[in-house]
C-alpha cells in the first residue's frame, strides 16, 4: 500500500511537457501543502531578494541624494586579494545555484524527459536540433528584449527614476571574464527555471490562470530588481511579461534562459569594455 507522501507527490508533481494545462483538483491539505512548498522555495531565492530589494528602493528614496545620482553595482569585488576574490565569487555561484537544483528536485519525474516540468528535456520528434532552433529563439528574444531596455534606461535615467547601474566593479584580473559569464549563467538558470517554470508549474496546479500567472511572474521579477531603481522595475516587469508569454505559448526554458543569459554577458563583460573604449562618454553620462 502507497504511503500518504508516495500520494500527495504523485499529485502534485508535474505532467509533461506544458506547463499551462488545466490542474488536477488537490484536497485542500495538498494546495496547502504545494503553497508552503512555494514559500520556501521563495524564500530561499527571489522571494528574499524582492523584500531586501524594497527595504533597498526605500532606503535609496529617503535619501537626500537623488535616485538619478546614486549607483547600484551588480558585481563588485569580495576580496582585495585576487585569489581569495576568485574563490569567494565561484562560491557565490555554486551556492547560488542551490535553489535551482532544489526545484529540479522536487520537479523531477522518474520517466524521461525528467525535466519536463521545467520545461527542459527532449520533445518527442523533435530531432536532435531542437536544441539549436530553441538557442536562436533566445537569440532573437534577447535582441528583442535588450535594444529596447538599453533605450528604457537612458530614458528612465534622464527622468530621475533610476539609478546609475553598474554591471561590475571586478579588478581586471585572467579570471573576470569567465566569471562574469558564469555569473550571468546563475542568474539566467536562476530566474528562468525559478521564478518563471517552477512558478508557472506550481501555480498550475494550484489551478491559477495564465494571466495571472504570468503577471505574477513579471511583478516577482520586477521586485528583487527594485533595488536599482523604479526604471529597473518597470523594465524588468515588461521582460517578465513578454517571458511569461513566451514561456506559456512554448512550454520551452532554453530560449529564456538563452536569451537572459546573453543579455547579462553582454551587460556584464561589455560594459568594463565599453568603459575602458569610450571613458569620456561614460564620464559625460555620470
Known sequence: MRSAAWRYAERVSPSPPVPHRPSATLSR??????????????????????????????????????????????????NERAGFDL???????AFGLAPVALVAY?????????????????????????????????????????????GFYVLARAIGINTTVVPTALDAAWWTVPVLVL????????????????????LRRLGVGPVATIVSSALLRGS??????????????????????????????LPLIVAHWVLDIVSFVGYPLAVAWWPALFALAA
Open 87 to 93: 574563490v569567494y565569487q565561484l562560491l557565490g555561484i
Open 224 to 253: 528583487y530588481h527594485l533595488y536599482q531603481g523604479f526604471g529597473g522595475f518597470i523594465g524588468n516587469v515588461v521582460m517578465g511579461l513578454v517571458f511569461g508569454w513566451a514561456y506559456r505559448r512554448w512550454g520551452r526554458s
Open 106 to 150: 522536487l520537479l523531477w519525474q522518474r520517466s524521461r524527459p525528467h525535466l519536463a516540468g521545467l520545461g527542459l528535456g527532449g520533445r518527442p520528434g523533435s530531432g536532435g536540433g531542437g536544441w539549436i532552433r530553441e538557442a536562436g529563439g533566445g537569440l532573437l528574444l534577447a535582441a528583442a528584449i535588450g535594444i529596447p531596455g538599453l
Open 183 to 202: 555569473s550571468a549563467l546563475r542568474a539566467a538558470l536562476g530566474e528562468e527555471l525559478i521564478v518563471v517554470a517552477y512558478l508557472f508549474e506550481r
Open 29 to 78: 491539505p495538498e494546495a496547502l501543502r504545494l503553497r508552503w512548498e512555494i514559500g520556501i522555495v521563495l524564500a530561499l531565492s527571489y522571494g528574499a531578494s524582492g523584500v531586501y530589494a524594497v527595504v533597498a528602493i526605500v532606503d535609496r528614496v529617503t535619501r537626500e541624494t537623488a535616485l538619478s545620482e546614486q549607483t547600484a553595482t551588480i558585481n563588485r569585488s569580495l
